[in-house]
């Protein structure tokens, strides 16, 4: 019953969007009805979460051969839907102030309509239980998105971002269903319920089994952004309006692993070791590719995207760990507490899931207020914005310090119980494993420690140090409906890093339901794995705040008894007799150098300084930094298969040379061939 | 039986002599004959059959197609100017090789279905291969001639195959639906017939290799 009156929220609140265009209240009432129904969708996913059983709902079917048209809820379905639910919801409320921006520019009835029906197909996303319902409503999700990404029309690269995401998109459709008509193959039926009698099917060929794997990741991969296959999320997220780039960064891409997780786990049941160290391979390579291009990015929203990719690499990391955990367990049942290991993977990559739909929903949507009070994305443009938008600034720094994995924010717990998982490996005697997970683990700390620079970076240019510009000078503090959703998910990332231990419980069953394995008994401190041998030591999210709540004062007890009271003088600092302005100030670029000279040659950034020669050969009369990055999977790789496309084209175009008569003939020679051969 | 196979014998020979012709009216009158023709056939089937309804198909038949669509088609070429010649790409003896070929060629295709002893019972399952060789036949001309208006005729002889070789599986259609068929082909040939007209009326000919010029 809740779920017909979600539906039909939804859709009144699509309908009421283009009945009430240009009306004031059609900027209020479709976002509250998506309020609404994601309130509704929190109250039907909750008891679910805490096992009370499946929610189904039967859609009509009119054609039998395609199965029973259901929506289900279950276990896994209800944790991505809370924290769908929870963005969604704080996403419509910041709408409300956000759209004001857009008033007289751009059609907000066709937003509203958009945005309703992109929530909507969002939840029937995760909750379909057909392989021909998924698809038409991945569809559905994907081309109101596709709207939703060119809704700013006019702006010049907004249509072309659009374009390659709708190709990127449908490509990564078509290896989907193509995967999901190769299990209907072997099942006969396009219901979940049926794909999931794969995993006992002993006959199945490996082949096959990993045939299907790989389409399906190439599928999910293109719609998560890993790479190589990421190249449309950089441009498509932040060509979208701030709080659809905050969807689709947030949810959206979560519904790639929500599938993989179906699937391999749910459908296909892991039975090769490679697929796991693939994903795991994949998923590193995103992680810091995506934060080493995030690092040499200036615009802000660009910066969030790339990071995007960086985070679902993480995510992925510890699905593709857990893979292979599962996969050695499955084999070989005698190696200890594998089991285990491969639930806190899979516990931990859940976890990432919802932090990261927290914490870049709230940076998002405070890089659309920034954006929208300063009128540039341009980071080298901002600074000192935190003093003229105190809150905004407030908040996105705790996104900031979350998504840089600083304890006790929530951002830390997920990636803690990855390292632990991915430390516990040793036990596993297969060389390849050996190599890789250690890899895996260099590399996570290596993303992690260049994140948390970008984004030291990335608020110290936005909301620092002197304005570098007019309108970051003249920007004003956001709305109260921008600052309250801003000011939910930050509460809610401290609260989920501080609460962990109870919500690693929860994730824990979620995960159960997946692996058949709960650790829930074997955690010490919430969120540490105790091992038989206990060689792990442990944190407590829940002490680390209280450790720092007692030394916060006593560390300023103690400076300020020792050091004694300070005369404070305001002074300029010495300026070698030129005065100092903004542009004295730290660049964005130029904090970003150190790291970038490091790694930024291996993803194809490159910068060259240029002088313009003097009477002094010591001072140069001119100076030139230039930096660009190379877009190097677009010139290396998609560049030549589009070349090679066109070419093949080019050669078989001759056959349509434009005459009636040759058209006919093609007609009845295929005819008569036909007719000849299947007589 | 021996009279339908006649029929049909006559229905084939008359397509392939429209193959053969070499003039635009007398082709128009071959089509005449040929669904005169098929209104015979028609009759004939009802006669042996005791099916009512297809009196009526077969009076429609000569009544459409043997007078009223070969009586707009000549007044379409006499309101254009149709030069006389049909302008063959295919040369005449060439063409009709080709329809002894495609003749050949429908007797093989067919061949298990009418001599099987199960799969049809119908007393004109004979006429079925030559009615696919008319439809090919049909289709070739649409091929093979340049002129608009030959294709037209094409297309027509196409689909009086088509009616045939319903006769030849199922005694024909529902009466409905052949009535559909009736009110569609009767569309099509003024349509087509309006479109020669502005095919003529833009490139001051009817010669449909022009149209080549419209490909990018």
């Known amino acids: 019953m809740l779920f017909v009156s979600i539906i039909l929220t939804s859709l009144a609140g699509a309908l009421l969007a283009v009945l009430l265009n240009k009306r004031r209240a059609g900027m209020l009432i479709p976002y509250i009805a998506a309020a609404l129904s994601s309130a509704m969708l929190i109250v039907m996913s909750a008891p679910v979460l805490l096992g009370h059983g499946d929610v189904i709902l039967s859609l009509p079917t009119y054609i039998q051969r395609l199965g029973e048209f259901s929506l289900r809820v279950d276990s896994l379905s209800a944790f991505f839907l809370i924290v769908m639910a929870i963005v969604t919801m704080c996403v419509s409320i910041y709408s409300v102030g956000y759209l004001r921006e857009y008033e007289n520019k751009y059609n907000l009835g066709r937003m509203g309509f958009l945005f309703n029906i992109f929530i909507l197909s969002l939840c029937m996303v995760f909750t379909a239980g057909n392989a021909i319902l998924f698809l038409i409503m991945w569809e559905i999700m994907s081309v109101s998105s596709y709207f939703l990404v060119i809704y700013e029309w006019r702006r010049a690269d907004s249509v072309s971002s659009g374009l390659m995401y709708l190709v990127m998109t449908h490509v990564g459709t078509a290896f989907i269903a193509a995967a999901f008509l190769l299990m209907w193959t072997q099942t006969g039926s396009f219901d979940f319920t049926s794909f999931a009698g794969i995993r006992e099917m002993s006959e199945l060929s490996g082949t096959m089994r990993s045939g299907i794997f790989i389409l399906l990741l190439l599928g999910f991969g293109t719609k998560a952004g890993l790479v190589p296959l990421h190249i449309w999320l950089p441009r498509a997220h932040p060509a979208a309006p701030s709080n659809i780039s905050a969807l689709m960064s947030a949810v959206m891409v979560k519904t790639a692993a929500y599938m993989i997780i179906r699937c391999c786990f749910g459908f296909l049941g892991v039975t090769e070791v490679w697929w796991g160290l693939l994903v795991l391979l994949i998923a590193c390579i995103s992680a810091l590719v995506g934060v080493v291009y995030a690092l040499a990015e200036t615009d802000i929203k660009r910066i969030l995207a790339y990071s995007t990719v960086e985070n679902m690499g993480i995510i992925f990391i510890g699905i593709g760990a857990a893979m292979v955990f599962q996969a050695f367990s499955n084999g070989d049942s005698t190696i200890p507490y594998l089991a285990d290991i491969a639930a806190l993977a899979l516990v931990a990559s859940l976890f990432h899931v919802m932090s990261h739909a927290l914490f870049k929903s709230l940076l998002f949507m405070g890089a659309g207020a920034v954006i929208s009070s300063s009128h540039t994305r341009n980071i080298e443009k901002m600074g000192g914005i935190g003093r003229r938008m105190r809150y905004t600034g407030a908040f996105f720094f705790v996104g900031a310090l979350s998504i840089s994995a600083i304890p006790p924010l929530n951002g830390f717990i997920g990636e803690w119980m990855l390292f632990q998982s991915l430390f516990l490996s040793q036990t596993i005697g297969d060389p390849m494993v050996n190599i890789l997970i250690p890899a895996a683990v260099a590399a996570l700390a290596l993303a992690g420690a260049i994140a948390a620079a970008c984004f030291v970076r990335l608020y110290g240019a936005v909301f620092l140090a002197r304005p570098r510009s007019d309108h970051a000078e003249n920007a004003e503090e956001a709305s109260n409906s921008m600052l309250g959703s801003m000011m939910i998910l930050a509460s809610l990332c401290v609260l989920t890093g501080v609460l962990a231990t109870f919500i690693v419980r929860i994730v824990d069953k979620v995960s159960a339901s997946v692996l058949g394995t709960s650790i829930a008994s074997k955690v010490v401190g919430g969120i540490t794995l105790s091992t038989p041998d206990g060689g792990f030591s442990h944190i407590s999210p829940l002490a680390v705040v209280i450790v720092f709540l007692l030394l916060l004062p006593l560390v300023y007890l103690l400076s300020n008894r020792l050091g004694g009271p300070q005369r404070i003088m305001r002074e300029d600092t010495w300026d070698c007799g030129t005065p100092l302005g903004p542009r004295n100030q730290y660049t964005a670029t130029g904090h970003s150098q150190p790291l970038i000279h490091s790694f930024g040659r291996y993803v194809g950034v490159k910068s060259e300084v240029s002088e313009t020669k003097s009477s002094s050969p010591l001072i140069p009369a001119r100076m030139k930094f230039h930096q660009e990055v190379e877009p190097v999977f677009e010139r290396y790789l998609y560049r030549p298969i589009h070349r090679a496309a066109v070419e093949l084209s080019n050669r078989i175009g001759w056959i349509q040379m434009g005459s009636i008569q040759a058209y006919l003939a093609y007609i009845f020679v295929t005819l008569l061939v036909l007719l000849v051969v299947f007589r | ?216």
């Open chain 2, 1 to 216: 039986m021996n009279l339908i196979d006649g029929l049909a014998a006559t229905f084939l020979l008359i397509a392939i002599l429209a193959v053969a012709s070499g003039r635009v009216l007398s082709l128009v009158r071959l089509y005449s004959l040929h669904s005169i023709v098929l209104g015979i056939t028609a009759a004939a089937v009802a006669a042996l059959t005791n099916a009512g309804h297809i009196y009526i198909v077969a009076a429609l038949t000569i009544a459409l197609k043997g007078a009223l669509i070969p009586w707009g088609l000549r007044y379409v070429i006499e309101k254009i100017g149709v030069h006389r010649e049909v302008e063959p790409l295919v040369p005449l003896p060439v063409s009709l090789l080709i329809c002894g070929v495609l003749t050949a060629l429908s007797f093989y295709i067919v061949q298990p279905i009418v001599t099987g002893h199960d799969i049809l019972e119908t007393i004109t399952k004979n006429s079925l291969p030559m009615s696919l060789a008319v439809i090919f036949i049909g289709f070739f001309m649409m091929i093979a001639r340049k002129k608009a208006i030959t294709q037209i005729i094409g297309l027509l002889i196409m689909e009086n195959g088509l009616f045939m070789a319903a006769y030849a599986v199922a005694y024909g259609m529902p009466l409905i639906v052949e009535l559909g068929v009736f009110f569609d082909i009767l569309m099509a040939a003024i349509i087509l017939g309006l479109l020669a007209f502005r095919i003529n009326r833009t490139f001051d000919t009817v010669d449909t290799t022009i149209l080549r010029r419209l490909h990018d």
